[in-house]
């Protein structure tokens, strides 16, 4: 097992999104969290990465282990650097007033010193293709699919093995939606492990492996993705039926 979130509950002042939730990732896996706005799933992850929130404290209780050990302490620097894991936020964050180039690089600063990272480059624009003809163009004139293409691949060049995205899809057109899918499916084929957060319910559940019901901090649902689709409560609640 790879990771585990162990009975989580976290709390922000009078604010408590989770409740005591409990699911892992194996490794090569790809895992999606579903469920409504405000449901808990990016505190999920800002909890996995050890993001902390700018509002208020956070407060946690349950664990999170990653290859048996207790992430809890760990800073986000090291689960980037030593864990080798990347969050793709949503809303992306680039840094605007630089460039494609200087965002992709940006995001090498955890990398090995002097490290040859020719390759790395060139398979970020073999994945895709238009940050390469914008590599010097300012990101903040690139389009919306652009913009996530950049973010998922500043993502890649710290050298991640295990890709977390939150609302990659978000406020994407159909076409670049699928192309986006479809290169996060190259990625697993490839051996990358992947936890998914999608308001598309049923794009995100025909991509991961399995998935897991987020419902008001709590889990509502899990099993394959085969299951959740075929699951009654979760077609009426998520997949429009």
Same mark, same amino acid.
């Given at each position: 097992? !790879?990771?585990?979130?162990?009975?989580?509950?976290?709390?922000? +002042?009078? #604010?408590?999104?989770?409740?005591?939730?409990?699911?892992?990732?194996?490794? /090569?896996?790809?895992?999606?969290?579903?469920?409504?706005? /405000?449901?808990?799933?990016?505190?999920?992850?800002?909890?996995?990465? $050890?993001?902390?929130?700018?509002?208020?404290? @956070?407060?946690?209780? +349950?664990? #999170?282990?990653?290859?048996?050990?207790? #992430?809890?302490?760990?800073?986000?620097?090291?689960?980037?650097?030593?864990?080798?894991?990347?969050?793709?936020?949503?809303?992306?964050?680039?840094?605007?007033? !630089?460039?494609?180039?200087?965002?992709?690089?940006?995001?090498?600063?955890? @990398?090995?010193?002097?490290?040859?990272?020719?390759?790395?480059?060139? @398979?970020?624009?073999?994945?895709?293709?238009?940050?390469?003809?914008?590599?010097?163009? $300012?990101?903040?004139?690139?389009?919306?699919?652009?913009?996530?293409?950049?973010?998922?691949?500043?993502?890649?060049?710290?050298?991640?093995?295990?890709?977390?995205?939150?609302?990659?899809?978000?406020?994407?057109?159909?076409? !670049?939606?699928?192309?986006?899918? @479809?290169?996060?499916?190259?990625?697993?084929?490839?051996?990358?492990?992947? !936890?998914?957060?999608?308001?598309?319910?049923?794009?995100?559940?025909?991509?991961?492996?399995?998935?897991?019901?987020?419902?008001?901090?709590?889990?509502?649902?899990?099993?394959?993705?085969?299951?959740?689709? +075929?699951?009654?409560?979760?077609?009426?609640?998520?997949?429009?039926?």
């Amino acid at each position: 097992m !790879l990771l585990s979130v162990e009975n989580l509950e976290v709390k922000y +002042g009078n #604010i408590q999104p989770l409740h005591g939730i409990s699911f892992h990732v194996n490794e /090569g896996e790809i895992v999606t969290l579903i469920g409504a706005n /405000g449901a808990g799933k990016t505190t999920s992850l800002h909890s996995i990465c $050890r993001l902390a929130p700018p509002e208020a404290p @956070r407060v946690i209780a +349950g664990d #999170i282990k990653f290859r048996g050990e207790s #992430i809890l302490k760990t800073s986000p620097s090291d689960v980037v650097k030593n864990l080798k894991m990347a969050l793709v936020p949503e809303g992306r964050h680039i840094f605007g007033n !630089l460039t494609v180039m200087e965002n992709l690089e940006l995001a090498t600063y955890s @990398r090995e010193k002097g490290a040859d990272l020719k390759q790395e480059y060139q @398979r970020i624009f073999d994945l895709f293709p238009r940050l390469h003809e914008r590599r010097q163009q $300012r990101s903040e004139s690139l389009s919306g699919g652009e913009q996530q293409m950049l973010a998922v691949g500043r993502a890649l060049m710290t050298g991640c093995t295990f890709l977390l995205l939150d609302e990659p899809s978000m406020g994407l057109a159909p076409r !670049l939606k699928y192309d986006l899918f @479809r290169t996060l499916k190259r990625l697993n084929e490839e051996g990358m492990t992947i !936890l998914l957060i999608e308001q598309n319910a049923s794009l995100a559940l025909h991509l991961a492996h399995r998935g897991y019901v987020l419902d008001t901090g709590e889990i509502a649902a899990e099993g394959t993705s085969d299951e959740l689709l +075929g699951n009654p409560d979760v077609k009426k609640a998520y997949l429009g039926g």
